[in-house]
């Protein structure tokens, strides 16, 4: 087949499909060749960037023979607006009732509760707290403290 290249086509599950394209092809024409009726729920990623413009081809993307592009099929269908990303600057800041229960978002408020007490005991008991402690609480304090803005704060 000359004039033909060989991509392979990845799947999250780890499967693959061997396309044999043209340089020449565009992406949709390769989403439309290979996913018929579905060309809006796959999005194709190649060297972590996710290809949107479905008018190039894959000569201008550096597409090869035998390189490997990653499939990925959303569960609905979206608009070509809705697949483009949002400026992060105008984004909108989660609110704490939108942010999922998670082992990861309860830690912070567990270390302060840790933290805390320990402040407690130290204040209350300081003759169990030797000076290179109590230096290593603040130390520790500080940098949490840090760490807490840097999630939570704007």
């Given at each position: ?44 990623i ?23 592009i ?60 030797t ?24």
């Amino acid at each position: 087949c000359s004039g033909f290249i060989k991509i392979r086509l990845k799947f999250l599950n780890d499967t693959e499909e061997v396309a044999m394209v043209r340089p020449e092809d565009t992406v949709g024409g390769l989403k439309s060749k290979y996913f018929p009726g579905q060309e809006n729920q796959m999005k194709f990623i190649y060297r972590g960037q996710l290809l949107q413009d479905q008018g190039r081809t894959l000569r201008s993307l550096h597409i090869t023979d035998n390189c490997v592009i990653h499939c990925h099929r959303s569960r609905c269908a979206t608009t070509a607006t809705a697949t483009t990303l949002p400026d992060p600057s105008t984004a909108a800041t989660p609110d704490a009732a939108s942010l999922p229960l998670s082992a990861g978002n309860l830690m912070v408020p567990a270390v302060m509760v840790v933290l805390a007490a320990v402040w407690y005991f130290r204040i209350n008991y300081r003759q169990l707290f030797t000076a290179p402690a109590t230096v290593s609480l603040i130390g520790v304090t500080v940098l949490f403290s840090f760490l807490a803005f840097g999630v939570y704060g704007q």
